[in-house]
């Protein structure tokens, strides 16, 4: 399988605390996307991170990419309770055409 | 609203019965993915259409499924004679297109089938 695989598939932490989540894949990736997915609602785009990039940044939010050791984080730093969702990676393998490739997600529960 | 937008957001229909769901993208995105999601799994990949043309099928879609994106515009996701095991959050996603382009996708489509 080429998915992105999700750890830990659960995290739960108290408001203000921050949130790591890491991705891991198996082959080459053009890029590598993060999504948040409320209960039961589609997904909303966090952010791209392209193969050629080690660190991103978009406001509370910041990822990582280790191409070397086929693998993602995505930090969010004082969290809030608003932050419970799942969050997934989307990778986009090169050579395998055009999807993208999701793991089973990690549950973030943000206790206030 | 300039997002991507799915219809209807919800569909209950008996087993046995054709369902079609409609996904409208972003617009000039030509770009147009379909993606179905169970409970607790991740979104799997079901077609893709660069403008109208459908250039993937992943062996998920059966023979029951089929999708159409007629003007490279919005585009519609059938299925026929539909089953429990159809029942799922079906998502469409639209990307501009070009390198590390972002994916966005709609509310999806949640299909029960009784």
């Known amino acids: 399988s080429q998915q992105g695989e999700e750890d830990p598939q659960a995290l739960s932490i108290q408001e203000g605390e921050n949130a790591t989540m890491n991705c891991s894949y198996k082959?080459?990736?053009?890029?590598l996307q993060w999504y948040r997915q409320n209960s039961g609602r589609g997904l909303v785009h966090l952010i791209l991170?392209?193969?050629?990039?080690r660190e991103k940044h978009s406001g509370r939010l910041r990822v990582t990419l280790d191409t070397s050791k086929k693998s993602s984080s995505l930090l969010i730093t004082a969290s809030r309770a608003a932050d419970t969702a799942s969050y997934f990676c989307?990778?986009?393998?090169?050579?395998?055409?055009?999807?993208?490739?999701f793991g089973t997600g990690t549950s973030l529960t943000v206790i206030p | 609203d300039t997002g991507v937008s799915q219809d209807p957001r919800h569909k209950i229909t008996k087993r046995g019965q054709n369902v079609t769901f409609r996904c409208d993208p972003i617009?000039?995105?030509?770009?147009l993915y379909w993606y179905r999601q169970t409970l607790g799994q991740g979104p799997e990949f079901l077609t893709y259409?660069?403008?109208?043309?459908?250039?993937?099928k992943s062996r998920l879609l059966s023979d029951r499924f089929s999708a159409e994106r007629p003007k490279g515009s919005f585009s519609t996701l059938e299925i026929q004679r539909t089953e429990q095991g159809d029942s799922a959050m079906y998502l469409c996603?639209?990307?501009?297109?070009?390198?590390?382009?972002?994916?966005?996708f709609g509310q999806g489509t949640r299909l029960t089938v009784v």
């Open positions: 991170i392209r193969s050629n990039e």
């Open positions: 989307a990778t986009d393998p090169k050579n395998t055409g055009n999807q993208f490739y």
């Open positions: 617009s000039e995105h030509n770009r």
């Open positions: 996603a639209s990307e501009a297109g070009g390198a590390g382009t972002e994916a966005f």
């Open positions: 259409f660069q403008n109208e043309a459908q250039l993937e």
């Open positions: 082959t080459s990736i053009n890029n």
